[in-house]
Every structure is written in structure tokens, then in C-alpha cells.
């Protein structure tokens, strides 16, 4: 989790004066929603899932879950297929 703050607030610049508490908050809640949304995703070694949860937690900061839910609605739908062939 620490190095999930840490790279989350490098790549998309969240200033310091955000607490990790924050950003470790949103985090949680993007893995539970991820997770509700293809719970046999292997979370650990999965990179589209770091990703979303990555850009999840950015438009949380933001206020924007509704954006982020419409635009990566299409990556979220393959990323479950995907999972699912496998």
C-alpha cells in the first residue's frame, strides 16, 4: 500500500499537503469497487487492475468517480472478459 501512495502521488502529482491517510482511503474504496466489479482478478500481478485502481484513486482525489466509471467503462468490461477466457 505504501508504495501504491507513494507512486500515485509521483505519477499524478498530488501535493504533499494531501495526507497518505487520503490517498490510502480512496485506495481502499477503488480495490473494494475492483473488486465487486471481477472478483477472480489476481489483484497482485494484474496490470490492468494497478492501472485502474491507479486512476481510480486520481479521479477520487478529484471528486470525478462518475467520469472515471464512464471512462474506462470499456477497458473495465474487456479487462472482466478477459479474466473470464482465461
Known amino acids: ?33 475492483l473488486k465487486s466489479l471481477n472478483p477472480i482478478a489476481d489483484t497482485k500481478n494484474d496490470e490492468t487492475y494497478k492501472m485502474l485502481l491507479k486512476t481510480y484513486i486520481y479521479y477520487a482525489y478529484h471528486h470525478k468517480i ?7 467503462e470499456n477497458l473495465i468490461v474487456s479487462w472482466q472478459l478477459g479474466t473470464e477466457v482465461r
Not at 9 to 33: M, V
Not at 66 to 72: A, L, V
Open 1 to 33: 500500500m505504501e508504495e501504491l501512495i507513494i507512486r500515485v502521488r509521483e505519477e499524478y502529482q498530488i501535493p504533499p499537503y494531501f495526507s497518505d491517510e487520503g490517498i490510502k482511503s480512496y485506495a481502499i474504496e477503488g480495490e473494494t469497487r
Open 66 to 72: 462518475d467520469e472515471w466509471e464512464k471512462n474506462y
